[in-house]
Structure formats: structure tokens, C-alpha cells
């Protein structure tokens, strides 16, 4: 089955800074790519997308770019702000099993002013 | 509002002692799963649904059940619950239709088997 791997598992970035996830997987086969946020005892909420035939997509501060050949996507932040502090988890599925989400451990991020 | 609400949000109980947590949506959306959340293990899935009477094991469905009977409820049951399984539950929806679209959390359900 898929696997997914994530690092690192904490950031800390000063504030205007970028920070960068990265994730790899290992089911060629998987061509959904989530990012979810969760912030401090809340919901987990997606805040990007990408799937295997784009390879890159951005949303503002926010992008994520996919390199199947080598089976990783990574989580870009640019100009960080304090209220990007939270965990944020990649995840990868497949179109054979779509219903199957795996989720990488997630990675603890820490903006300072 | 759209939203996918579960019931209870906190619970105590004791080993053995069958429960049941509820999850209802109201976006009309095909596809339903629930995962646990665990420190340092991220979110993983215990069973999803792609529809009413369709339901599937995720990675971790050891100890547990679920029923998809209509299309907007997808309740989480432990007949047996054990220590191992207190943990932070998550329910999730999209639209399915056959392919990964966006899912939408729940608030959660803490749940402590002692």
C-alpha cells in the first residue's frame, strides 16, 4: 500500500521568512496530492491541491510543486505570518483506490514575530 | 451552513463497554471516512464509504465498524472498546463521484477508554 513520508516533523521560521514541507510517497499509482492546516485544537482544513498532471500550483502565499519521477511534493510558504502556526500533514491517494487517503505524520510549524 | 457534525465531542468511558459515534453531513456528498489521530502517527483512515451501502477498510479498521445506510449519516461504532483506542476521532466528507475531491473535517470526537 501507499506510504508517506514527512519532513520535517517541526519548523520553526521567523516571521516574512518561507518555509518548505516535504513529502515523498511510494505508490507510482497516486495522483491526488492534499495539504490540510490544522491549527491548535481544530479541524484539519485543506488549503491546496495538486494532482499528477500539474506540476506546480499556487494560491497566493501558498503553493506546492509535484515531481512524480522522483515520487516527492513539497508545501511552499512564502512571506510567513504568525497565524500560519500550526501542523500541516501532505497526504497522497490514487486513482485505483481513491478512497484511500494516507496521510503523512505532519509537521509542526512556529512563526515568530 | 455546510458541515459535517459529530456527536459526542468528548467522551469517557470504560473498556468493553459498547459505544457509538455519530457523523452526519448535509452537502449531500457521496463519500464518507473516519480516521484517528494519533501524536506523531498524523491522521490515519479506519473505514471510508464511496457510498450508501458501500463501505471499505482504511489502514487501521482492527476494533471497529461502520454503516453507511443513508447517505448523510456514517456512524463510527466500537463494540468492544479498548484502552488502545482512545485517541482523537475524525470525520470526514466529499463529493466522491468517483474520483479524490476535497474532504471536509468534522470537529472531532476525543475519546478516552479506560
Known amino acids: 500500500g501507499e506510504n508517506v513520508e514527512q519532513h520535517p516533523s517541526t519548523l520553526s521560521v521567523q516571521e516574512g521568512d518561507s518555509a518548505v514541507i516535504k513529502c515523498t510517497y511510494s505508490d507510482s499509482a497516486s495522483n491526488y496530492f492534499p495539504w490540510y492546516k490544522q491549527e491548535l485544537g481544530k479541524r484539519p482544513q485543506l488549503i491546496i491541491d495538486i494532482r499528477s498532471n500539474v506540476g506546480e500550483k499556487k494560491d497566493q502565499r501558498i503553493a506546492v510543486t509535484l515531481n512524480k519521477t522522483a515520487k516527492h511534493f513539497s508545501l511552499h510558504i512564502t512571506e510567513t505570518q504568525p497565524e500560519d502556526s500550526a501542523v500541516y500533514f501532505c497526504a497522497a491517494s490514487s486513482i485505483d483506490s481513491w478512497g484511500k487517503l494516507q496521510f503523512g505524520a505532519g509537521t509542526q510549524v512556529v512563526v515568530t514575530p | 451552513e455546510a458541515q459535517v457534525t459529530q456527536n459526542p465531542r468528548y467522551l469517557i468511558t470504560v473498556t468493553g463497554k459498547k459505544l457509538t459515534v455519530t457523523c452526519s453531513q448535509n452537502?449531500?456528498?457521496?463519500?464518507m471516512s473516519w480516521y484517528r489521530q494519533d501524536p506523531g502517527l498524523g491522521l490515519r483512515q479506519i473505514y471510508y464509504s464511496m457510498n450508501v451501502e458501500v463501505t471499505d477498510k482504511g489502514d487501521v479498521p482492527e476494533g471497529y465498524k461502520v454503516s453507511r445506510k443513508e447517505k448523510r449519516n456514517f456512524p463510527l461504532i466500537l463494540e468492544s472498546p479498548s484502552p488502545n483506542q482512545t485517541s482523537l476521532y475524525f470525520c470526514?466528507?466529499?463529493?466522491?463521484?468517483?474520483?479524490?475531491?476535497?474532504?471536509?473535517f468534522g470537529d472531532g470526537t476525543r475519546l478516552s477508554i479506560l
Open positions: 452537502m449531500n456528498h457521496e463519500y
Open positions: 470526514a466528507s466529499s463529493l466522491g463521484s468517483g474520483d479524490n475531491q476535497p474532504q471536509h
